[in-house]
Nanobody, 122 residues
Framework: QVQLVESGGGLVQAGGSLRLSCAAS????????MGWYRQAPGKQRELVAS???????NYADSVKGRFTISRDNAKNTMYLQMNSLKPEDTAVYYC????????????????WGQGTQVTVSS
């Protein structure tokens, strides 16, 4: 099995910064694309940012220029640096990873973390 554990959420004032981390462990051969998603109350889960194993990134328009996604392949860890936070960034943030579990099974499996709360006060 594969586990994803997020950390780094919390309460911050508007304009502040937070850094989220997502650590993957378990039956992992290769982690392909990783991503951060968020879900605010009453809204659908949305993609915030994603990063391929090679480092190609993609951002939602609402966070471009404020958030930076990165990863450390050696540590199976992904990060999200969030600057200039706004109240509308308030949500539960989830990490997602596309995982190949063994060298003989080429199937890719999608895993989710349990989420970490980010609250931005105005």
């Amino acid at each position: 099995q594969v586990q994803l554990v997020e950390s780094g959420g919390g309460l911050v004032q508007a304009g502040g910064s937070l850094r989220l981390s997502c650590a993957a462990s378990g039956s992992i051969f290769i982690i392909y694309t990783m991503g951060w998603y968020r879900q605010a109350p009453g809204k659908q889960r949305e993609l915030v940012a994603s990063i391929t194993r090679g480092g190609i990134t993609n951002y939602a328009d609402s966070v471009k220029g404020r958030f930076t996604i990165s990863r450390d392949n050696a540590k199976n860890t992904m990060y999200l640096q969030m600057n200039s936070l706004k109240p509308e960034d308030t949500a539960v943030y989830y990490c997602n990873a596309e995982v190949r579990k063994t060298n003989w099974d080429t199937a890719r499996y999608s895993y989710w973390g349990q989420g970490t709360q980010v609250t931005v006060s105005s």
